[in-house]
Antibody
Framework: QVQLVESGGGVVQPGRSLRLSCAASGFTFTNHGMHWVRQAPGRGLEWVAVTSYDGTTEFYADSVKGRFTISRDNSKNTLSLQMNSLTTEDTAVYYC??????????????????????WGKGTTVTVS | QSVLTQPPSVSGAPGQRVTISCTGSSSNIGSGYEVHWYQQLPGTAPKLLIYRNTERPSGVPDRFSGSKSGTSASLAITGLQADDEAVYYCQSHDISLTYVFGTGTTVTVL
C-alpha cells in the first residue's frame, strides 16, 4: 500500500540546522510531486514546500523561503527537507505528502490538481 | 498564514446535517482553483476527504460532499456520527504559486 514515513525530527537550538527525510513506497515515486506541510502545536496546517516529480522545480512558503530547501532522490524514493537558521516559530510536526497530480509518460505532461492525496504520520521538530 | 477562512467550530446532534464554509479570494478560489478538504482526527495525520471540489476518494462515505461557488466552498456532512468529530481543513492553490489551507473547523457531535 502507499506509504510515507518521515524521520529526522528532534530538538534543536535556535539558529541551528536539521534535515528531515521521507521514505516513500507503494507507488511510482518518480511520477508525483511531493510536499512538506507542517502543523505547529495547537495550530492549523501550513504548507511549507513542494518539489516537482523530477526535482527540477520547487516552490516555498514565504515563511521558509531562503532557509529551507526541499529535494528528492528518485533513485531512492526519498524526499528531504533541509532546514537552516531555525527559529522557535519552526517548531511543528512536519508531514510529507504526495501530490494528487501525476506525470503521464505517454503525453509527457504533468497533470496538476493541487492537492495532497497521501500523508505520512509526521515527525516532530522542536526548536528550543 | 492561512488565507482561507473557516468557522472555528460547528456542532450537531447525531444524524443531523452540518456544513462548513471556506472563504477565499480572487487570488485563489476565485481564480478558478479547485478546493479540497481534509479530515484530521485527534492525534492523527490529515486525511484527504474531498478533492477537486466534489470528488470523494475511495472509502470516504457519501455522507460527505463538497461544493464550490465563486470565491467560496462548502463541506457538508449528513447523518452526523460520533466518529466524525475531527478538525476539517479546506485547501486550494494561489496565483502566487503557493498552496493555501483554511483556518480549520472543529466539528463536535453533541
Amino acid at each position: 500500500q502507499v506509504q510515507l514515513v518521515e524521520s529526522g525530527g528532534g530538538v534543536v537550538q535556535p539558529g541551528r540546522s536539521l534535515r528531515l527525510s521521507c521514505a516513500a513506497s507503494g507507488f511510482t515515486f518518480t511520477n508525483h510531486g511531493m510536499h512538506w506541510v507542517r502543523q505547529a502545536p495547537g495550530r492549523g496546517l501550513e504548507w511549507v514546500a513542494v518539489t516537482s516529480y523530477d526535482g527540477t522545480t520547487e516552490f516555498y512558503a514565504d515563511s521558509v523561503k531562503g532557509r529551507f530547501t526541499i529535494s528528492r532522490d528518485n533513485s531512492k524514493n526519498t524526499l528531504s527537507l533541509q532546514m537552516n537558521s531555525l527559529t522557535t516559530e519552526d517548531t511543528a510536526v512536519y508531514y510529507c505528502a504526495k501530490d494528487g497530480g501525476y506525470y503521464d509518460i505517454l503525453t509527457g505532461y504533468y497533470y496538476f490538481y493541487y492537492y495532497m492525496d497521501v500523508w505520512g504520520k509526521g515527525t516532530t521538530v522542536t526548536v528550543s | 498564514q492561512s488565507v482561507l477562512t473557516q468557522p472555528p467550530s460547528v456542532s450537531g446532534a447525531p444524524g443531523q446535517r452540518v456544513t462548513i464554509s471556506c472563504t477565499g479570494s480572487s487570488s485563489n478560489i476565485g481564480s478558478g482553483y479547485e478546493v479540497h478538504w481534509y479530515q484530521q482526527l485527534p492525534g492523527t495525520a490529515p486525511k484527504l476527504l474531498i478533492y477537486r471540489n466534489t470528488e470523494r476518494p475511495s472509502g470516504v462515505p457519501d455522507r460527505f460532499s463538497g461544493s464550490k461557488s465563486g470565491t467560496s466552498a462548502s463541506l457538508a456532512i449528513t447523518g452526523l456520527q460520533a466518529d466524525d468529530e475531527a478538525v476539517y481543513y479546506c485547501q486550494s492553490h494561489d496565483i502566487s504559486l503557493t498552496y493555501v489551507f483554511g483556518t480549520g473547523t472543529t466539528v463536535t457531535v453533541l
